[in-house]
Every structure is written in structure tokens, then in C-alpha cells.
């Protein structure tokens, strides 16, 4: 605000107090300019900041502002209990009002009307002014992308697109990013290129900028966008994201297979040659054991039913550049068991003897055995060879997938052999059992008839043969066992006595058993008559000592009656 004070009233006519008014102001310079922002197209209204002055005191209020030459354009009048005079500016024509608290209303703001204006009060004897800067701002339209590069060449600085913003006040920027990062212009690797344009008829600029960029291996999926950049936004304008295929030739090459797991003989093999060029080759030179071979249109090669023979190393190349290459190895894996022990092995009882196994393979193989499906800790090898080492033996053999089995049955022979020879006296007779080891199984004869004839399991090469017998005098019985290798012979001996014996003794065991029966019975009994008596002793003992507390009356007798009495009854208790 700025105050005037003057004595133009007091040294002039009323007459020239418009012309008085109108020197004043132009001789002071108007200072600490209020700031008021309006929206384009809007409504925007000035205020008149009158402080402390009271509006029924202010004669003259008058609107005016500065003109782009430098001079002071009036723009309405009021004097006190007058209606508004408006200036005759075509600018300003229907676009302006004064409010009740003396605002400048002005209506459909535009550019121009950015520009300072001024409240002039008169009240009294002095002049106030309070200047307003007045600002009209226009959000940016989305940026628009436009010129956009299809195809990259690695190192090559090329235009990837340009951006532009229409619409703005004042005037937007143009901040270009590669994967969210702000560009930062170096005139080599980045180069931006802005331009601003101004609408002569609504004052509105337009921003436009071009982005010249040197693009790299590592720009191949980078996402690059421009964002515009205005003070009435909240957050920028961001475009959509671009990407760029950048091309660029071949400097390495790789051969790769494309199989899974391990090859096996009888497999397909596909080769893939790999270059990372971009666009990538569309043909590729494959280097066989066979010869060179070229495909159109395709980036492998396939090997049909792969033998060991097709093992080593493979390389393809660049059809228009054969120091562009790569290399790898193909391994075919194979497994052959030769020098096996097979079929059926027949071995004498006590002789030694070891499995054989021999194993062609590129690689490691697994061996495992099992002699009739039970898992061996290693191979069958026998310094001393037992019956219960024959059986069916099994070997398997892997690699990488491949499988091979190979069985034999080992036999352990042998002439028999009695190992025991026993009786025992059963229901029915003597029951013989004879005990023999040998292989082949022996057969057996007995050197007398009999019952109930039976043989055990034969396993681990033992048999046992049953008999029974019934003797009626005393005997020798012979069992003999045999097979295509040998025989042998044993004999036991039976005694009609051994009954007559076994009968007496156990007669005698029957009379000693009903004897003791009868001495543990008197034993029992002596034991439960002598608690009967003790228990009656304890309960008359008792009651005879209860009734004495119960009268307080003092025992008769010396000590050594009671003791006497004592006595007396023990030894009762005791018989």
C-alpha cells in the first residue's frame, strides 16, 4: 500500500482535483505487490486490501493497471453513492465488475490479463494504492510422442521420438527418463533438443522436445518416456513407455545341446547354435564327424540314433564369418558286460571261488549284487565254499540311465555226511532221527522197517530223516545216506531195558511226588493253627486293657506277679 499525503484540497479547486490525483500517482513507484494466481478461462477476482479504513469513508475507489508500454490504463471509477464508470477498453468490455468489498471481478481470464493492478482509494484527505500481480495459469495438455524410432543401430546416435505439451501457462518443461531415471544431456551419448511456441491469439505456449540418444547392448529392454513438468500439476504427465530394438552384429557364438539328461546310445541329439547378434543369423554352418553341413532358416541341427562312435567335438559357425564360432562336446554314454559268470556254476564242498566281471563304459559305472534277492555287501568270493553258499546269484550293472543283469546259480556239491544220529522214547515207539550234509540231496536207508517215515526241509544242504521204531528186544539200527558222490553210514543202539528202567523210575517219581504232597499239607496246617492262636491272644489281651482305662482303677499285684503273668501267656502263645 502506498499513502499520499497532500494539501492539493487546500491549495486548489475541487475543480482540479482529478488532474491532482492523476500526478501523484505517476510520481511513486509502487512497491510489494501482492500476488493473486487465476485459472485460465476462469473467474478471477482482485482484491482490494483497504486494512484498517472503513468503506463508508472512502469517497473515490478507483481499478486501474499497467500496460505493456509502460502507462497506466483506467479501468472503472466509483465515488461515493455513484454508480461504476467503466473505461471504454475493448479488452476489458463485459470481462469486468466491481464487487461490494470493492474487488475487481474480471471474468474469462486470459493470458493478457496477467499483469499488475491497482485499488486506488481515496478517504479524507489522503490517497491509498495497493497493487496486485495478478498471474493466470493453464495446465499443460498429456504429452503426445511423435517421430518414434523403430530400430536401433548399436553406437549410432539416433532420434528415438519427440515429445510435445500444448496449452500451458506458463510455459511446461519436458524432462525425458530412461527407465524412471532423468536423461541428463552430455551432447554425445544424450542430446535434447526444446522448443517453445506461443498461440498469438490465446497466449498459450506449446513445448516440444527431441531426444537424439547413442544406445548400447544394455538398452535392448530399457523403457524410455518423457514427462512434463508444470507448476499447476500436482505430479508430472509421464508418456507411455518405449522401447527399442536395437540391432547389432554377432561377436559370440555358442554351440549347446539341446538334449536332456545323459545321451544314450540310440538317442536323438539336437544341436542349437547360438549368436547373440540382433536380429539374430538365420543360418549357421554345423562341423560333423560326416562333413559340414549348412541349415537355411533355422539355428540347429538333430543327430538321429547316436552311437559311441558320434562321441567327441562338435562346432558350428557364422555362414558369412567362420572366425565366428562355437564349440562343444557330445558324449554318448554305453555300458557292455563281458567275462560274466552266467548260467549255472557247479563247485565242490571246501573249494574257493570268485565271481568275474568285466565293464566297458565312458564313465563310472554301479555294481551291485544280490544272491536271491538279498543285497551282497560286494562281489561272490569264496576262499572255502560251504552248502549254504550255493543259490541264485544276480549282478546289475547302470549308467547314466542304462540298465544291464546278468545271473548265475551256484551249486555246491558234495559226498554225505551223518552229522547226528539220536532217539528218544514217544508215544508209539522210539522215534530215530538221522542228520546228514551233502549235495546232491542224499537218499536214506534204514536198517529196519518202521512208522511214520519223514524228512525235514532240504536247505543249506542238510536234510534229516525220521523213523519211528517199536522194539521188542534189543537192537542195532543202522541209517545210511547217499548220493551219486558217496555214502555214509551210522548206527544206534536200542535196549528193551531202557523201558523196563524208565517205567521203574517212574514209579518211584509217583510215590515221592504223593509223599511230598502229604508233608507240605501237615506244614500248612501246623502254619494256620498257630495264627488262630496268636490272633485270640491279641484280641483278649486288648479288651483286658481297655476295661482297666475305662475304671481308673489301679492293677493289683506286684511287679513281679504282672511279670510272672506275662510270662505265663507268652508261653501259651507260644505252644
Not at 301 to 321: A, I, P, Q
Not at 513 to 538: P, R, S
Amino acid at each position: 500500500m502506498k499513502r499520499l499525503k497532500t494539501d492539493c484540497f487546500s491549495r486548489m479547486h475541487v475543480i482540479a482535483f482529478s488532474a491532482c490525483v492523476l500526478i501523484m500517482s505517476l510520481l511513486d513507484q509502487v512497491s510489494g505487490y501482492m500476488t493473486k494466481m487465476g485459472e485460465y478461462g476462469e473467474t478471477v477476482e482482485v482484491p482490494c486490501n483497504k486494512e484498517d479504513i472503513k468503506q463508508e469513508d472512502i469517497i473515490i475507489v478507483k481499478w486501474k493497471y499497467n500496460t505493456p508500454d509502460g502507462t497506466i490504463g483506467d479501468l472503472l471509477t466509483k465515488s461515493k453513492n455513484q454508480n461504476v464508470s467503466f473505461s471504454q477498453i475493448e479488452e476489458y468490455q463485459g470481462r469486468i465488475n466491481l464487487t461490494n468489498d470493492l474487488s475487481l471481478k474480471i471474468s474469462q481470464a486470459k493470458v493478457t490479463d496477467q499483469k499488475v493492478f491497482t485499488c486506488m482509494l481515496v478517504a479524507g484527505t489522503d490517497i491509498f494504492e495497493y497493487p496486485v500481480q495478478v498471474t493466470i495459469q493453464k495446465a499443460p495438455s498429456p504429452p503426445t510422442i511423435t517421430n518414434q524410432a523403430k530400430v536401433i543401430e548399436l553406437g549410432k546416435l539416433t532420434t528415438l521420438a519427440e515429445c510435445s505439451t500444448k496449452d500451458a501457462s506458463p510455459v511446461a518443461d519436458i524432462i525425458w527418463l530412461k527407465d524412471s531415471a532423468p536423461l541428463i544431456e552430455d551432447g554425445e551419448a544424450v542430446t535434447i533438443t526444446s522448443d517453445v511456441q506461443t498461440d498469438k491469439d490465446t497466449g498459450l505456449s506449446t513445448t516440444s522436445s527431441k531426444l537424439e540418444y547413442t544406445a548400447t547392448k544394455g538398452d535392448m529392454n530399457a523403457e524410455f518416456t518423457c514427462a512434463v513438468h508444470h507448476q499447476s500439476l500436482a505430479s508430472d504427465l509421464v508418456s507411455n513407455p518405449m522401447t527399442f530394438d536395437i540391432h547389432y552384429p554377432s561377436e559370440e557364438v555358442s554351440l549347446q545341446i539341446v538334449s536332456a539328461g545323459p545321451i544314450k546310445e540310440g538317442d536323438n541329439v539336437t544341436l542349437k547354435c547360438v549368436a547373440d547378434g540382433n536380429p539374430p543369423p538365420t543360418s549357421y554352418n554345423f562341423h560333423l564327424k560326416d562333413g559340414e553341413m549348412i541349415t537355411e532358416n533355422s539355428d540347429n541341427h538333430t543327430l538321429v540314433g547316436v552311437t559311441r562312435d558320434d562321441t567327441g567335438e562338435y562346432t558350428c559357425s557364422l555362414v558369412d564369418n567362420e572366425t565366428k564360432q562355437g564349440s562343444t562336446r557330445l558324449t554318448v554314454m554305453y555300458l557292455d558286460i563281458t567275462n560274466i559268470t552266467e548260467e549255472k556254476i557247479t563247485k565242490n564242498l571246501f573249494e574257493s571261488f570268485e565271481a568275474t566281471l568285466e565293464v566297458d563304459s565312458p564313465e563310472d559305472v554301479q555294481v551291485s549284487w544280490m544272491k536271491n534277492n538279498v543285497t551282497l555287501n560286494g562281489k561272490p568270493k569264496f576262499d572255502r565254499l560251504e552248502y549254504s553258499d550255493a543259490g541264485v546269484y544276480e549282478c546289475v550293472v547302470s549308467v547314466a540311465g542304462l540298465v544291464k543283469k546278468a545271473l548265475f546259480e551256484l551249486s555246491v556239491q558234495g559226498a554225505p555226511v551223518i552229522t547226528m544220529m539220536t532217539k528218544r522214547r514217544g508215544s508209539g515207539g522210539k522215534h530215530l532221527s538221522c542228520k546228514a550234509e551233502g549235495s546232491p540231496k542224499p537218499t536214506v536207508q534204514w536198517s529196519i522197517n518202521g512208522s511214520d517215515a519223514s524228512e525235514s526241509p532240504f536247505m543249506d544242504g542238510t536234510v534229516t530223516y525220521n523213523l519211528t521204531v517199536i522194539a521188542t528186544r534189543n537192537l542195532t539200527i543202522y541209517c545210511t545216506v547217499s548220493n551219486e558222490l558217496g555214502s555214509d553210514t551210522r548206527s544206534i543202539d536200542i535196549s528193551t531195558l531202557e523201558e523196563t528202567i524208565m517205567d521203574e523210575r517212574t514209579e518211584q517219581s509217583k510215590d515221592s511226588k504223593d509223599q511230598a504232597k502229604v508233608a507240605v499239607g501237615v506244614i500248612i496246617g501246623l502254619i494256620v493253627a498257630a495264627v488262630i492262636i496268636g490272633l485270640v491272644y491279641w484280641i483278649y489281651m486288648k479288651r483286658t486293657r481297655e476295661g482297666s482305662w475305662k475304671t481308673g482303677e489301679k492293677e493289683n499285684g506286684t511287679l513281679e506277679e504282672s511279670k510272672k503273668l506275662e510270662e505265663t501267656q507268652s508261653q501259651k502263645a507260644d505252644v
